[in-house]
């Protein structure tokens, strides 16, 4: 079955100056999976598998039109304070999706990349995760990349130690710590910043994902519970994006 279209399509529902000011880098913050269940006399470990329906709907979609790179948060260095059903569902989960998915993603070109302690993670998803990695290395397509244990205060006091250590070895002088050096030092070196920060749900938090790359993103807050979160509600987020006026601290 041929999941991943092809071609880069302009949706009905997105005129065409959104379409020409679509943004480089989306990260989502897939929020509302419990609450989905809730409301639907579901375990939430339900709630996460809907969930994973919907995200594969938005990866394809995000492909389809051609933006360069998504990035979803897909499990915080939080999420462990779950209970163990919880976090055993969503490890399981984390399998499934990439028996049922690398393939077409590998086809159509999506090069993925895990954001987060990978080592801190079960090693059978540490290994489905490397090789998923490693497979798609040099494809040129969408960048997908999934945080997985991902803290963004994490993140950075990695970068800062790893920029210490080249200071250290003599590598690097205390001149050459720029925000460059800092930047390139972070998961999604040689990426673009997030242009635009999705939060489904109605919850309005940045829950430490991507402080870094999200500086000068435009935020959007749908109310849409994340397993209830279409592809019209997608162009609608680009749609407003397009919409905004970004001035990066400048005037307009
Ligand atoms: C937040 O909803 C969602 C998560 C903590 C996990 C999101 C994970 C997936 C959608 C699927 C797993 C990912 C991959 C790559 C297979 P919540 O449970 O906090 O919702 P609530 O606020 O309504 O309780």
């Not at 999506?110 to 990695?133: F, N, Y």
């Amino acid at each position: 079955m041929q999941r991943w279209l092809t071609g880069r399509q302009t949706p009905k529902s997105l005129d065409k100056d959104a379409f020409a000011a679509l943004p480089r880098h989306v990260a989502i913050i897939m929020d509302g999976n419990g609450r989905w269940a809730k409301a639907h006399r579901l375990n939430v470990a339900m709630g996460h598998r809907q969930g994973t329906e919907t995200l594969r709907e938005i990866i394809r979609h995000t492909d389809d039109l051609g933006i360069g790179a998504l990035t979803i948060y897909a499990f915080s260095t939080e999420n462990w304070r779950r209970s163990a059903e919880e976090v055993a569902a969503l490890m399981q989960l984390i399998l499934d999706f990439f028996a049922s998915e690398i393939d077409e993603l590998d086809e159509k070109g999506v090069r993925i990349l895990i954001l987060g302690e990978k080592d801190a993670l079960p090693p059978k998803q540490r290994d489905v995760l490397t090789e998923a990695e490693t497979r798609t290395a040099s494809n040129t397509g969408l960048r997908l990349n999934i945080a997985l244990n991902y803290g963004g205060r994490a993140e950075l006091t990695r970068a800062a130690r790893r920029l210490a250590e080249k200071v250290q070895a003599g590598e690097l002088s205390l001149e050459d710590i720029t925000e460059d050096a800092l930047g390139g030092e972070l998961y999604t070196a040689g990426q673009p910043d997030v242009d635009l920060l999705i939060r489904t749900s109605g919850e309005m938090r940045l829950s430490n994902f991507l402080p870094w790359q999200c500086a000068y993103a435009e935020f959007v807050f749908p109310e849409a519970l994340w397993p209830d979160f279409t592809v019209a509600d997608y162009d609608e987020a680009l749609q407003v994006f397009a919409s905004r006026n970004r001035r990066f601290g400048g005037r307009p």
